[in-house]
């Protein structure tokens, strides 16, 4: 099946500073990615919708300048989480979706702020 | 009222076991209706779709009452290795977009030798 990266799998950053999480679609071209975070014992929240070369659609309640997103290619999103804070730990998971709308989901990244 | 909602368990259940899942959805416009797996600390991986006529794979059955709005799932004779947490989700369209997937906060279940 189509496999999704993520990169850097953790993360542990001081307050303050930003933080690049990196998405690539391996074996397909994904026109849709999507960018998620989890709390602990919480459900997926869905934070933004990305399409290459457009601007993100950022969901309610999301500041997007704080959670840049750029999807240049067909095969990579960034999430950048800038000025970093504690509230801000949490797992990141980016999705993305193939030409048949299939969605495929990354591995995950943890972050920890201190 | 929350979108998806589920029953978060824990589920402590014996091998062999059979054990049901249910879910509720708010949105009677949802169109696609899955459930997925996610283990401690990974990303979530799709277990199945779930249709109207309702759908088996194996060990694991899955119905769809749209007039309820409500979908389940059964897992016969458990496993240790189902020990994890299911998630119910549900695809919106919305807007003329290709739809967003709508997750619940899950099951827990574990199943013990």
């Known amino acids: 099946g189509a496999v999704v990266s993520q990169h850097p799998s953790w993360v542990i950053c001081k307050s303050g500073t930003s933080v690049k999480i990196e998405c690539r679609s391996l074996?397909?071209?994904?026109?849709?990615m999507f960018w998620y975070r989890q709390f602990p014992k919480q459900s997926l929240m869905l934070m933004a919708t990305?399409?290459?070369?457009?601007?993100?659609?950022?969901e309610q309640g999301v500041e997007k300048d704080k959670f840049l997103i750029n999807h240049a290619s067909l095969t990579l999103s960034t999430l950048t989480v800038t000025s970093a804070h504690p509230e801000d730990s949490s797992f990141y998971i980016c999705?993305?979706?193939?030409?048949?709308?299939?969605?495929?989901f990354g591995p995950g990244t943890r972050l920890t702020v201190t | 009222r929350k979108e998806v909602e589920q029953d978060p368990g824990p589920f402590n259940v014996p091998e062999g076991a059979t054990v049901a899942f249910n879910c509720t959805y708010s949105?009677?416009?949802?169109?696609?209706f899955f459930w997925y797996r996610q283990d401690c600390r990974k990303e979530p991986k799709l277990l199945m779709s779930?249709?109207?006529s309702g759908n088996e794979d194996g060990r694991f059955t899955a119905q769809l009452n749209r007039a309820s709005q409500y979908i389940s799932l059964l897992i016969r004779d458990s496993k240790l290795s189902d020990s994890a947490t299911y998630l119910c989700?549900?695809?919106?369209?919305?807007?003329?977009?290709?739809?967003?997937?709508?997750f619940g906060k899950g099951t827990k279940l574990s199943v013990k030798p």
């Open positions: 999705s993305a979706r193939d030409a048949g709308y299939e969605q495929y």
């Open positions: 989700v549900v695809l919106w369209n919305y807007g003329g977009s290709q739809g967003n997937l709508i």
């Open positions: 074996d397909f071209q994904a026109t849709t």
């Open positions: 779930v249709y109207s």
């Open positions: 949105n009677s416009a949802s169109q696609s």
């Open positions: 990305s399409n290459e070369g457009s601007k993100a659609t950022y």
